[in-house]
């Protein structure tokens, strides 16, 4: 993450710039970055090789045409400045209270009363706060139209199958000899 961010910031500023205008570091149009697990490349407390150029990005990117979205269901676990560079936050339920507290902490602007009910928001309900509004609002979002592709694997269900009689005769019968010598032949490899 910290290569790829360095060198789209490089790329953008020498390109608006007028420094470039052709080859690896061109780049002519606006980039939105979208970090899932965010609190993974910049957490509190300490420093990992993502977090500086992070915040040099959020603080400067802007004006260079770099937006960045962080995505995480632990800001608490987020670095405070990288946080409070967020300029617009959707905040979906946050039931542990570290969550809460770093979230009032780098919402200005929001009422207590709105930040008190994030623990009681239910499923698509998200609290918008910050520059892109005047006043903090409760949404809905609607239901996705996309096929959810990020579950967590069920591993018991995938062994039962694998380790069934039907999926064992099958893989018996994919794997018996075609020849007369007797070497197997697998049809799944």
Known sequence: VATIL???YK???ETER???HSGEFYLPYP???LLEEAHHFAPGGTDVVSTAILKQV???GRKFGIGVGLISQRPGKLNADVLSQCQTQCIMRIVNEIDQKSVAA???GVRRDLLNNLPALSKGQVIVAGAALNTPVICRVRSRFTRHGGESKDAPDMWQQYFSPEAQDSRRR???PLNNNNKPFNLLR
């Open 58 to 60: 959020l603080a400067e």
């Open 31 to 33: 980039v939105f970055v």
């Open 174 to 176: 994919s794997e018996a």
């Open 106 to 108: 780098a919402i200005e």
């Open 11 to 13: 790329a953008r500023m």
């Open 18 to 20: 007028g420094k470039v």
């Open 6 to 8: 360095r060198r789209l």
